[in-house]
């Protein structure tokens, strides 16, 4: 199966800081990457789609000013949670296909604590 | 609107008997359907999906799931548990093939020697 590899694996920083977390397909060209969150004992839940070269769509709710999404190239996308605070703490998981794949392959996950 | 209920969040089994993790899903048309398993820490793999060919779906470790379009379920079943099954099992239906996945809360599997 296809690759996704997230960085980091897990963060820890101050509220109102602003955090990063990369998505990258190692061994496909990545049309369309997905972004979720997953509270604690709860199911995953999409915040936003990303298709390369164009402007993320954002699930109902989730600010967008809020989670910054960038997906510049066909192997990365990032999301960057600005000013977090720890109602922000969870964990993000990315994934990406493409039209060939026909399948979302995820990445390992990025665990969020803000402090 | 598509969703799937996940009829247990936690099945109890022994090493080397049956599992089963029921799977009940509701869409308006013709779903895609997948079973992904997530281990403690690590991101969610694959098991198998269904696209409308064959109704009953081998995957992979042993796993197989049969899509009943009247009882509207998707049910997974593994013949023979092992130690290494436990862990989260997420039931999932897709609209056309692999956009705007919903997933189901899990079901957590625990096996015991």
């Excluded at chain 1, 694996?9 to 369309?32: H, N």
């Excluded at chain 1, 997953?38 to 709710?61: D, H, I, V």
């Excluded at chain 1, 809020?66 to 998981?93: C, G, M, Q, R, W």
């Excluded at chain 2, 989260?88 to 079901?107: D, P, R």
Aim: glycine fraction near 6%.
């Amino acid at each position: 199966g296809a690759v996704v590899s997230q960085h980091p694996s897990w963060v820890i920083c101050k509220s109102g800081t602003s955090v990063k977390i990369e998505c990258r397909s190692l061994d496909f060209q990545a049309t369309t990457m997905f972004w979720y969150r997953q509270f604690p004992k709860q199911s995953l839940m999409l915040m936003a789609t990303s298709n390369e070269g164009s402007k993320a769509t954002y699930e109902q709710g989730v600010e967008k000013d809020k989670f910054l999404i960038n997906h510049a190239s066909l192997t990365l996308s990032t999301l960057t949670v600005t000013s977090a605070h720890p109602e922000d703490s969870s964990f993000y998981i990315c994934s990406a296909t493409s039209l060939a794949k026909n399948i979302q392959y995820f990445g390992a996950g990025t665990r969020l604590s803000v402090l | 609107a598509q969703s799937v209920t996940q009829l247990d969040s936690h099945v109890s089994v022994s090493e080397g008997t049956p599992v089963l993790l029921r799977c009940n899903y509701s869409s308006s048309y013709s779903p895609s359907l997948f079973w992904y398993v997530q281990h403690p820490n690590k991101g969610l793999q694959l098991l198998l999906k269904y696209t409308s060919a064959a109704t009953l779906v081998k995957g992979i470790n042993g796993f197989e799931a049969e899509f009943k379009k009247s009882e509207t379920s998707f049910h997974l079943t593994k013949p023979s548990a092992h130690m290494s099954d436990a862990a989260e099992y997420f039931c999932v239906v897709g609209s056309t093939g692999f956009q705007k996945l919903v997933f189901g809360t899990g079901t957590r599997l625990l096996v015991s020697p």
